[in-house]
């Protein structure tokens, strides 16, 4: 699996959109970008995954670029229950293996 | 209504022991997982099975092994507990393969404290 940089973490107002970047610049063509999240003493949580197009669900958009070396998790209006430790994950889709999880970007949402 | 429980949700115990922790995914998922998470926060994965197979044994002592006795269950044995063993420990699921494979579903962890 391709490996990811993300930073340590970022702080964003309530309300506001929190985008988190990732860059995968050794991404593989058939490699997709996956998001967790971690909140505090829970399980990840599944948030999004794309492969080249920019996806968005009722949680969050995925921007991935054109040379798919980097991507941008948006969350469109951030609350507290989002501070949470987000990873981006690079791998084959359809593999029974384990995730691969880095050390992610701890997001911190400011009332 | 708990996709993926796990039980314990603590364990504390001695040093030498051999404990178990249970997990139950009732997602119908045909793929489950344990991963372990250290003090340093750092969650890596150390079984997958698929269909009663293992698929992937990452470097973990033999000390630990998995047990599924149904597709829904796959609880994770522990033998002669040492004191780096504390860590919280993940169950998950996920569907190989499929349409929404790695998708990955988890449990609400298993804290595991070794004295």
């Known amino acids: 699996d391709a490996k990811t940089t993300q930073p340590t973490s970022m702080d964003c107002a309530e309300g506001r959109a929190a985008n988190l970047p990732c860059n995968h610049s050794?991404?593989?063509?058939?490699?997709?970008v996956y998001w967790y999240r971690q909140i505090h003493s829970q399980g990840p949580q599944y948030i999004i995954h794309g492969l080249k197009n920019n996806e968005t669900n009722e949680m969050a958009s995925l921007i991935i670029t054109e040379d798919r070396k980097s991507s941008t998790l948006i969350l469109p209006h951030a609350t507290l229950r989002d501070t949470a430790v987000y990873y981006c994950?690079?791998?084959?889709?359809?593999?029974?293996?384990?995730?691969?999880f880095g050390k992610g970007t701890h997001l911190i949402i400011q009332p | 209504d708990t996709a993926v429980s796990q039980t314990p949700k603590y364990l504390v115990t001695q040093m030498g022991n051999d404990k178990s922790i249970k997990c139950e995914q009732n997602l119908g998922h045909d793929t489950m997982y344990w991963y372990k998470q250290d003090s340093k926060k750092f969650l890596k994965i150390m079984f997958s099975y698929n269909n009663k197979e293992l698929i992937i044994n990452e470097t973990v002592p033999n000390r630990f092994s998995p047990k599924s006795p149904d597709k829904a269950h796959l609880n994770l044995h522990i033998n002669s507990l040492e004191l780096g063993d504390s860590a919280v420990y993940f169950c998950a699921s996920g569907l190989a393969g499929g349409p929404s494979s790695d998708t990955q579903y988890f449990g609400p962890g298993t804290r595991l404290t070794v004295l």
């Open positions: 050794t991404i593989s063509g058939n490699e997709y």
């Open positions: 994950i690079v791998r084959v889709r359809g593999g029974a293996d384990g995730l691969t």
